[in-house]
């Protein structure tokens, strides 16, 4: 079994604050902070994960820093994110979520990942669901084959 971890917590999740791609983002940094999040996967990138943090006016080197130095459960990251985003109110949430779940891959992207799956065909479409395909196969290939 490797000693990296793809992470499995879909962007198309939401925590207690109903912020839809914030538990993956805890789960990418934390993995990252412990040296712990397989190769090819950005504790912090600048889609989802860029989208998240501006969406809820979060710093993202106070945010990685956090993390690192205090290991928090999800329900403390959360905690924090209530004490320190400067826009978490219902309608920056509700904006947030809505650019998530309609949020497409380019062509190639979305050709790329589904041919890997040994899918057929235009569907999914959108990237959340894309995403999910992208990280159970390479969860399989680093785990399970």
């Not at 905690?79 to 904006?95: I, Y």
Request: glycine content about 10%; hydrophobic content about 35%; aromatic content about 8%.
């Amino acid at each position: 079994m490797s000693t990296t971890y793809v992470p499995l917590i879909s962007s198309g999740t939401a925590g207690p604050l109903g912020v839809l791609h914030l538990p993956r983002l805890w789960q990418k940094l934390s993995l990252e902070a412990a040296g712990k999040l397989a190769a090819g996967y950005p504790g912090c990138g600048k889609g989802y994960d860029g989208m998240t943090l501006g969406a809820l006016g979060l710093d993202e080197q106070a945010t990685k820093d956090f993390i690192a130095q205090n290991k928090p459960t999800y329900p403390q990251f959360e905690a924090w994110v209530k004490q320190n985003a400067t826009s978490l109110n219902a309608d920056s949430v509700a904006k947030h979520n809505a650019a998530v779940k309609g949020y497409i891959h380019d062509e190639g992207t979305r050709s790329s990942i589904l041919s890997a799956n040994g899918i057929s065909g235009d569907q999914p479409q959108d990237a959340v669901n894309l995403n999910n395909l992208d990280d159970w196969f390479e969860f399989h290939q680093a785990v399970l084959k």
